[in-house]
Nanobody, 127 residues
Framework: QAQLVESGGGLVQTGGSLKLSCAAS????????MAWFRRAPGKEREFVAAITWSGDSTQYADSVKGRFTISRDNDKNMMYLEMHMLEPEDTGVYYCAAGRTLSAVVVRGPEIDFGGWGQGTQVTVSS
């Protein structure tokens, strides 16, 4: 069964950096747009960043622009999220998702092709 597995989360201080990884198995991500979402404690899951299948276009939530960078390596079947200047408001569980198009994954989240939402990886930013 195809799936996406997030990793790289942890505890950092305000202003610190982390790099999250999303590893795909059972299916290639090369044909999919990819995205990161997060869920803060007590809040709805929200969109963070997305990237087209080729990597030539990206989209970011206003709250992370200039601090986060999404990237992908189709040969390795991996996607990444580099996070800098982290703030306590960035705390949450981060999830990756794959969709047929950039707009589709941003609006609807993951296609069922990779089994929907994974377990996510916890990011905690201390003040």
């Amino acid at each position: 069964q195809a799936q996406l597995v997030e990793s790289g989360g942890g505890l950092v201080q305000t202003g610190g950096s982390l790099k999250l990884s999303c590893a795909a198995s059972g299916r290639t991500i090369g044909a999919y747009a990819m995205a990161w979402f997060r869920r803060a404690p007590g809040k709805e899951r929200e969109f963070v960043a997305a990237i087209t299948w080729s990597g030539d276009s990206t989209q970011y939530a206003d709250s992370v622009k200039g601090r986060f960078t999404i990237s992908r390596d189709n040969d390795k079947n991996m996607m990444y999220l580099e996070m800098h200047m982290l703030e306590p408001e960035d705390t949450g569980v981060y999830y990756c998702a794959a969709g047929r198009t950039l707009s589709a994954v941003v609006v609807r989240g993951p296609e069922i092709d990779f089994g929907g939402w994974g377990q996510g990886t916890q990011v905690t930013v201390s003040s």
